[in-house]
């Protein structure tokens, strides 16, 4: 079991639940920010902080948000652009910092309107 982030994040990146994590477990994106599902211990500790309620226990996942259960895994499964292995379980997102490229799912997204 795991957290998920969802479509609220995308954009937004408030980076609240990035500081809260006690196991660096959370990745970005150009867009969005995505929990790693096998590197997360599930605390809970990001979702109560995260202030557009984008973060859920994958078993609370809203509906409309269920996709980004396996877009999420999908992040660290896929190739990377340009590479031809996947970013896999890196052990920690601090040391690689934003990285080059979001989800298919995410890129999609209509942009926020500022």
């Not at 396996?70 to 934003?98: C, I």
Request: aromatic share 8%; hydrophobic share 30%; proline share 13%.
């Amino acid at each position: 079991m795991t957290y998920v982030i969802g479509s609220p994040c995308i954009d937004v990146k408030d980076r609240a639940c990035v500081e809260e994590c006690p196991v660096d477990c959370i990745y970005e994106g150009p867009r969005s920010l995505y929990i790693h599902p096998d590197e997360c211990v599930d605390c809970g500790a990001c979702e109560p902080v995260c202030p557009v309620e984008a973060i859920y226990y994958e078993d609370d996942l809203p509906g409309d948000l269920e996709p980004y259960l396996e877009d999420n895994a999908r992040y660290f499964e896929d190739a990377m652009p340009g590479q031809s292995e996947p970013l896999g379980s890196p052990g920690g997102a601090a040391k690689l910092g934003v990285l080059p490229f979001d989800t298919p799912l995410v890129a999609a997204f209509p942009p926020r309107e500022e």
